[in-house]
């Protein structure tokens, strides 16, 4: 069984129920397992800044998947959920990241492990120091909390916790 982390994150409403349809089918396929789950965290978008604040959050999953067969499922869920990939850093309904896959380090044409630029993104690292803070990431040689730390204030600034999903969805 491989501990794996993830970046999950949408700026389409209704984004509360885009980040739960997510976690839902994460949790529905039989060999995934989300284990925790950190707050929804509201924040401005970067790059492509003419869209609307993003929701974002982070989650733990145990799965027996190698690293490509969960990009996959990955790719499925947000293909269900109508992602649309038309503007480079654009808006989107769900947006599903492989963070962290154990301690494995990955650098291919389809996959990068760990994210190439989670150490620069305070809406990566925020929710994910919540669950994970003491997480070392592979080839930084440095904790989630570390990495935090080391961000501008201005880059943390943009990020807001908006509460737990749950409190956010209205059912």
Do not use: C, W
Not at 42 to 47: M, V
Not at 61 to 81: C, F, M, N, Y
Not at 82 to 103: A, E, F, M, S, W
């Amino acid at each position: 069984m491989h501990t794996v982390y993830i970046a999950l994150g949408s700026n389409i409403q209704p984004k509360a129920s885009y980040l739960l349809q997510a976690i839902e089918k994460l949790n529905a396929h039989p060999s995934i397992t989300v284990t925790k789950i950190s707050n929804v965290y509201n924040t401005a978008p970067k790059g492509y800044t003419a869209q609307d604040d993003f929701y974002n959050m982070a989650a733990k999953l145990t799965t027996e998947l190698s690293p490509h067969d969960l990009l996959h499922v990955l790719h499925e869920i947000e293909q269900a959920l109508g992602r649309v990939r038309t503007i480079k850093n654009g808006p989107r309904t769900i947006d599903l990241d492989i963070l962290v896959y154990g301690q494995q380090q990955i650098n291919n044409e389809a996959l990068i492990i760990p994210h190439p630029r989670m150490q620069e993104r305070a809406f990566v690292l925020v929710p994910l120091q919540e669950i994970a803070g003491e997480l070392m990431i592979p080839g930084l040689d440095q904790t989630v909390q570390d990495l935090t730390n080391q961000l501008a204030d201005s880059e943390l600034a943009d990020v807001h916790q908006m509460g737990q999903l749950d409190d956010l969805y209205d059912h």
